[in-house]
Structure formats: C-alpha cells, structure tokens
Nanobody
Framework: QVQLVESGGELVQPGGSLRLSCAAS????????MAWFRQTPGKEREFVAS????????YYAESVKGRFTISRDDADNTVYLRMRNVKPEDTAVYYCAAANYVRDRISDQAEYDYWGQGTQVTVSS
C-alpha cells in the first residue's frame, strides 16, 4: 500500500521561502518518478517538478525554474520541494505524486499512479 503524505504548506509573504515535504511509504511499489503538482480552484492540476528515482535527475516547469528545487532524503523516503522567491501566482494546493512507469511525458498527471492529499500554500502580504 502506497502512502504519500504532504506537509509544510502555509501562508508566506511574496519573496519568501518555504519547504514542502512528502513522506513516502512504498510497500512493494517501485517508483520511477516522484513529482510535485499544484492546483488552484477551477484549473487543471499543473506540473511543478519531478525527480527520476534511480539517478535523481530533476525536471522543472518553466514557471518555477531557478526558484524551486526538488530533492529527496533516501534515509526515510522523503521528497522535498524547496520554494524560494515565491510569488502570489504560486498560491495553490501542492500535491506529491509517484509513478511506476512514465510512458510519455513526466509533466502529465495521468502518468502518476499515487497521490497525496495535498498541502495549501498561500502567498500573500
């Protein structure tokens, strides 16, 4: 049974920083990619960043490149999203996701098999 539990979302001022965590319990599931997506009301879930599990290669949406960093702690299977210089448009519910095999695009939410419950990030002064 796979469990993904996000935490770390909060209210932060524009230009500030925060770090989201995703505690992963995989059981017998083999993850090839872990990712962060985000969603605002009335919009589709949007790709933010992903990491290929076997070599830690990282990929980012253009809107967050240079500001966000995805990383992991192998000791406890935790995936992080470090967010710097946040902007009001970063306000969203952030979701952690795990994929067993990506057939086409790592930015496509349909490629991911398991999702966390989400954590709210609000950027406002």
């Amino acid at each position: 049974q796979v469990q993904l539990v996000e935490s770390g979302g909060e209210l932060v001022q524009p230009g500030g920083s925060l770090r989201l965590s995703c505690a992963a319990s995989f059981g017998t599931f083999s993850a090839s990619f872990m990712a962060w997506f985000r969603q605002t009301p009335g919009k589709e879930r949007e790709f933010v960043a992903s990491m290929r599990w076997n070599d830690a290669a990282t990929y980012y949406a253009e809107s967050v490149k240079g500001r966000f960093t995805i990383s992991r702690d192998d000791a406890d299977n935790t995936v992080y999203l470090r967010m710097r210089n946040v902007k009001p448009e970063d306000t969203a519910v952030y979701y952690c996701a795990a994929a067993n095999y990506v057939r086409d695009r790592i930015s496509d939410q349909a490629e991911y098999d398991y999702w966390g419950q989400g954590t709210q990030v609000t950027v406002s002064s």
